[in-house]
């Protein structure tokens, strides 16, 4: 989700520009950050004795904060400091938000994750804007797409892992599948508004997302395929995003 956009974004601005390097570490910087942060803060509210991640944690907020300094410097430097205050201040915000949701132990609610994957994806807006100095409609369109197939599919996995529960409880639906399921008839639709303004590529990569949520969301009506592990469910969900990219990227090339 993160990574993801800003390849497909690099791959489709058709040229290499140093400022991409530049923005890259940033975002991983941004995103690494929160992890250490999270233990800080766990320290700060929760833990009475400090522990021993905790100076790790330090050393390493540390360290990312210079870097993504040195980032804001080299941006600065080559392009307007306005046009990123409103992703800067979004990144902040999402940082922080992500900290206090973990640190009540909420980070795997659908809704939150859902909201993650729509900043995560953000990242292709970022390529985009540190290339050409302003956002390409095309970056745009790219974001929406890369969202619309991350939120898709974390339902998907969230009825999986329900279906798993459910098959001990005895109970047939949950609110995943069914969001899941209105999920798949929305990516189906906007192909359909794709394939009605003849972008046949990104018409693919839509009805492609679609039918491989829908196989999955079939399959996992049987008890056999629940027992599938998730490192090779993960691996096929992987192969559907590399898929999805690609034909994304030639469908706005």
Same mark, same amino acid.
């Given at each position: ?7 497909? /974004? ?30 800080? !803060? ?15 944690? *330090? ?5 990312? +904060? ?19 205050? &409103? ?5 902040? @915000?999402?940082?922080?938000? /992500?900290?206090?949701?973990?640190? #009540?132990?909420?980070?795997? +609610? ?13 990242? +292709?807006?970022?390529?985009?804007? +540190? ?17 619309? =197939? ?23 639906? @949950? ?19 794709? /394939?009605?303004? *003849? #972008? ?10 679609? !039918? ?5 969301? #079939? *399959? =996992?009506?049987?008890? !056999? ?10 691996? =096929?969900? &992987? ?15």
């Amino acid at each position: 989700m993160l990574l993801a956009p800003f390849f497909c /974004a690099a791959a489709v601005l058709k040229r290499v520009y140093w400022v991409e390097g530049v923005i890259l570490i940033a975002i991983v910087c941004a995103f690494a950050i929160k992890d250490p942060l999270l233990v800080l !803060a766990r320290q700060l509210w929760i833990w009475k004795q400090e522990h021993p991640e905790t100076k790790a944690a *330090r050393r390493w907020v540390g360290v990312e +904060s210079i870097l993504l300094s040195l980032c804001g410097l080299a941006l600065l430097g080559t392009r307007n400091w306005r046009s990123f205050m &409103l992703l800067s201040l979004g990144a902040v @915000t999402f940082t922080v938000v /992500a900290v206090m949701v973990n640190l #009540r132990n909420r980070q795997r +609610s659908e809704w939150f994750q859902v909201a993650s994957a729509v900043a995560l994806t953000s990242t +292709s807006l970022a390529a985009g804007l +540190s290339a050409q100095g302003a956002i390409p409609g095309w970056c745009w369109v790219l974001w929406l797409l890369c969202a619309l =197939q991350a939120a898709a599919g974390i339902f998907v996995v969230h009825a999986r892992l329900d279906a798993r529960i459910a098959v001990r409880k005895g109970v047939r639906e @949950t609110s995943s599948r069914r969001a899941a399921l209105v999920c798949q008839v929305v990516l189906l639709a906007v192909g359909g508004f794709f /394939a009605y303004n *003849r #972008r046949p590529w990104i018409t693919a990569a839509l009805l492609m997302a679609a !039918a491989g949520y829908l196989f999955e969301l #079939r *399959r =996992q009506k049987k008890t !056999a395929s629940l027992q599938m592990p998730l490192t090779r469910v993960g691996i =096929q969900a &992987l192969t559907l995003l590399v898929v999805y990219s690609l034909l994304i990227v030639i469908g706005l090339w």
